[in-house]
């Protein structure tokens, strides 16, 4: 049964301390899995991997994907996502540095529902990820699933 869950694909671990922190700053309580690649997201979402016999049904509520990622970017993270039926119309949201005009372009040609770049002051930062959780876990209505 689905908990919730916020998928977090972050490499950087001061970025993964302070999304953890802003979400529960703003009381998302919900689960969050860490992937600090490309490799580990495609691995849970796809069940593959050390997350082998996972039950793909249980997908996250929304991804948080940073784009400079080691092993697999974030954007070919996203083009894979949208490439499966499975998972096509999963939520993911972009949460990055980058302010590169391509970036934002290519991220939106390849499905991303949002684009946000990350503030570079601490109270921003904290703002924004606290406010991306309790949009896309309180107010956004995601797709039916038919379990």
């Known amino acids: 049964m689905n908990r919730k869950t916020i998928l977090l694909v972050e490499d950087n671990a ?3 301390y302070l999304t953890l922190r802003a979400l529960k700053k703003y009381n998302v309580a919900n689960d969050v899995v860490v992937a600090r690649d490309g490799v580990e997201a495609l691995d849970y979402l796809f069940a593959t991997g050390p997350h082998a016999g996972r ?3 249980d997908l996250p509520l929304v991804v948080l994907l940073d784009l400079k990622l080691p092993r697999v970017d974030g954007l070919e993270v996203l083009r894979r996502v949208r490439n499966e ?4 119309l999963l939520p993911v949201v972009i949460l990055t540095s980058s302010n590169e005009e391509r970036d934002v372009i290519n991220g939106y040609k390849l499905g991303t529902n949002s684009y946000v770049q990350k503030p570079v002051d601490f109270t921003a930062f904290m703002d924004a990820v606290g406010q991306l959780g309790l949009y896309w876990l309180m107010l956004n209505q995601p797709v039916p699933t038919s379990k």
């Not at 039926?85 to 096509?88: D, F």
């Open 14 to 16: 001061n970025d993964e």
């Open 85 to 88: 039926e499975q998972t096509r």
């Open 55 to 57: 039950d793909t049904r």
